[in-house]
């Protein structure tokens, strides 16, 4: 199984600074289709995952532009330019190209310094 | 506006079984794949299993397999997922949610199993 490393776990960020978590792969996420299958969700407390990001760099409808996803093989990175009060949370991301199974990191918790 | 609502959790002792159901609204339930994933109190998330769109071809995670099985009704627009032989480790809440470009776009509020004597 591929195993999705992340970094850091935790993630103490002042209002309105930019904020960056890596994540790593055991292996290439590039699909034979030519597609690389990552994706990035954010977990608000008390509430379900919510898709930001997928095929590495692609955001999802609604989500704010702040929001960031790039990378390569095994290394990819979610950026949020300026952090607001309402990113507080956990970040997962997940492969798909080598399901089953589909992986998750551990996740990365984001809370305001 | 999609919609998928789960239901079914509950408390179970170990050794016993419970049947989780996922009803969708929102879009054509027959055309995507679906998908159970969990999550332990205060851990992160599993994928649990999927489905295709006809039912034919099935995928679980090491840990469920012979134990749980998914299913669903088109015509009913509901997933199922059928937990038997349940552990104290399988307690979490469920989520369903809808299969995407081999990712998940829309998700559940969840259902809690606990799992516990």
């Known amino acids: 199984d591929v195993v999705m490393t992340q970094s850091p776990l935790s993630l103490p960020v002042t209002l309105g600074q930019p904020a960056s978590i890596s994540c790593r792969s055991s292996?290439?996420?590039?699909?034979?289709?030519?597609?690389?299958?990552l994706t990035w969700f954010q977990q608000r407390p008390g509430q379900p995952p919510r898709r930001l990001i997928y095929k590495v760099s692609n955001r999802d409808s609604g989500v704010p532009d702040r929001f960031s996803g790039s990378g390569s093989g095994t290394d990819f990175t979610l950026k949020i330019s300026r952090v607001e009060a309402d990113d507080v949370g956990v970040y997962y991301c997940?492969?798909?190209?080598?399901?089953?199974?589909?992986?998750f990191g551990q996740g990365t918790k984001l809370e305001i310094k | 506006e999609v919609q998928l609502v789960e239901s079914g959790g509950g408390l179970v002792q170990p050794g016993g079984s419970l049947r989780l159901s996922c009803v969708v609204s929102?879009?054509?339930?027959?055309?995507?794949?679906m998908n159970w994933v969990r999550q332990g109190p205060d851990k992160g998330l599993e994928w649990v299993a999927t489905i295709n769109q006809d039912g034919s071809q099935k995928s679980y995670v090491d840990s469920v397999k012979g134990r749980f099985t998914i299913s669903r009704d088109n015509a009913k627009n509901s997933l199922y997922l059928q937990m038997n032989s349940l552990r104290v480790e399988d307690t979490a809440v469920y989520y369903c949610?809808?299969?995407?470009?081999?990712?998940?776009?829309?998700w559940g509020l969840g259902t809690l199993v606990t799992v516990s004597s």
């Open positions: 997940m492969q798909g190209t080598h399901w089953p199974p589909y992986t």
């Open positions: 949610a809808r299969d995407n470009y081999y990712s998940f776009d829309y």
């Open positions: 292996r290439s996420l590039v699909r034979s289709d030519g597609n690389t299958y």
């Open positions: 929102g879009f054509t339930f027959s055309s995507p794949w």
